[in-house]
């Protein structure tokens, strides 16, 4: 049985990705957002509390995970990062594949992965579209952030693949260091080449 062309759409911090999902949504290709499955997976009743309270005791309640204490426990401690991985990266995928199933009469579906190079690695993944801009321009973005620190952006940087890299990775580059209608035109010229309409 013939399966949908899956997309995997990447990038670092600031650089538009959310952008770009949004505007793939907007003209009807179903995105499988990994990070918002993550956040519903940790939310109240979420199906990771219990397991998260096991491994880090104290750092759920009614709301969910509370994120300041659950970052407390893991920041800077790669086996309890690790441990942390192991309960959420399974989950994920399970959750990609129903999506996959869910959607299995779409020509093309996309997975919306920030980490995909860093965590998820390719597989079952047809090809990938990193969102790019320059290095200034993703600076600004993500300072103007609230509660955003030029400390905190190194670190999360420095937990992610350079960009120069994820470019030289990636089957196809979407620009989003142009106007908005022009990451627009690029995002459509994209999709009629992954699927042209038949």
Do not use: C, N, W
């Not at 399966?3 to 959310?18: E, H």
């Not at 949504?25 to 918002?36: K, N």
């Not at 209608?181 to 995002?187: G, N």
């Amino acid at each position: 049985m013939s399966r949908p062309f899956v997309l995997g759409l990447t990038g670092s911090i600031g650089m538009g990705k959310s952008a770009v999902a949004a505007m793939l949504e907007e003209i009807g290709v179903p995105v499988f957002d990994a990070d918002a499955q993550v956040r519903l997976m940790q939310g109240p009743a979420g199906a990771l509390l219990a397991a998260i309270e096991k491994a880090f005791p104290g750092t759920t309640g009614p709301q969910g995970v509370d994120r300041a204490k659950l970052g407390a426990a893991v920041f800077g401690d790669d086996a309890a990062l690790a441990r942390l991985e192991a309960i959420v990266h399974p989950a994920v995928a399970q959750a990609r594949a129903q999506f996959l199933a869910d959607h299995a009469a779409a020509p093309l579906v996309v997975y919306d992965i920030p980490l995909l190079f860093e965590k998820v690695g390719r597989e079952g993944i047809d090809a990938v579209a990193v969102v790019s801009a320059p290095a200034r321009a993703q600076r600004e973005r993500v300072l103007a952030r609230p509660g955003m620190t030029s400390e905190k952006f190194a670190a999360i940087l420095a937990r992610q693949m350079p960009d120069a890299q994820k470019r030289k990775l990636a089957d196809h580059v979407i620009d989003t260091g142009t106007s908005l209608a022009q990451t627009r035109a690029q995002v459509a010229a994209l999709i009629e080449r992954l699927v042209p309409t038949r």
